[in-house]
């Protein structure tokens, strides 16, 4: 008996030394870091000052102002948005490449294409929707020269709509990789079970293979959602500066040195992502899953 609770001990104190450098990592640059943040956000902040001594001003400037409201809204609106055009394009995408293709040499190739983007600067790839969007841009003279329309279509830049478009080219290959993993563990036998059983296209969609593919769709949202939800520079670069969301005014609240609203949004953006991302592994259960 007491051999096994030696042996016990030393597994526990094991186990706690081998914990020890990620606790102490996670504590260091995630939590003491977020409650710095929600320290800062309660000091006592004028024009050209800020000192420690605690006040609600800053919480109450916020949700007293309609500008900041509205751009906590137009956050919310526009990563509901984005979430879903990069689902509708992505989840097609990751059926073809991560399904419906049988080479795995084809797959992966394809899959290094959908990521060939990323070789590139961000800005840059943020930037070069501009001359595809404009007035004169590519997207309205093939659309005139194909007769569709008669005179340029200004709705496509500096405005909502070309945020999402670019948000959601730009963040679309991380719905697809996720479920394009997922899709390609799916035993195809399984499939053609269901197929000598009488199942059509649909059924088998909805009963086998959407339901083993939640996982990667979930994955895929949080990446898309965590990434959106703090967006600041394609909104700056393709609304100019039309679309504020949260990380604009936090942008702009550090900018102007006003740390303690910088620090409300922060915390204020940092809850919304947290909310998200609980309610997405609600849905699945991605240790089990994964």
Known sequence: MS???TIEKRQNATTRLLL????????????????????????TQTTFTISPEPTLASWKQFFGSATYTGSLWTTIRIWLIVLTTTFLVGYPTALFVGLLIKSKTLSTILLVICVIPFWTSFLIRVLAWRPMLGKEGAVNIVLMK?????????????????????????????????????????DRNIIEAARDLGAGFGRIFWKIIFPLSLPGVVVGSIFVSVMVLGEF????ALSGRKVNL???IIVTQVGSL?????????????VVI?????????IVDLKREL
Do not use: H
């Not at 020890?20 to 000091?43: D, E, N, R, T």
């Not at 303690?260 to 915390?267: F, I, K, R």
């Open 20 to 43: 020890a450098p990620g606790i102490i990592w996670m504590c260091l640059f995630l939590v003491a870091p977020i409650l710095m943040i929600v320290y800062v956000s309660f000091w």
């Open 146 to 186: 194909l007769g569709i329309i008669r005179e340029p279509i200004e709705v496509l830049l500096f405005t909502e709509l070309s945020v999402i478009i670019g948000m959601t080219q730009i963040y679309c290959v991380f719905m697809v990789g996720p479920i394009a993993f997922m899709l390609a563990r799916i």
């Open 233 to 236: 520079a394609t909104s700056g």
């Open 274 to 282: 947290g909310i998200v991302i609980a309610g997405f592994l609600r």
């Open 258 to 270: 006003k740390w303690a609203m910088a620090s409300v949004v922060g915390v204020i953006l940092t």
């Open 246 to 248: 949260l990380g604009n």
């Open 3 to 5: 051999d096994t609770l």
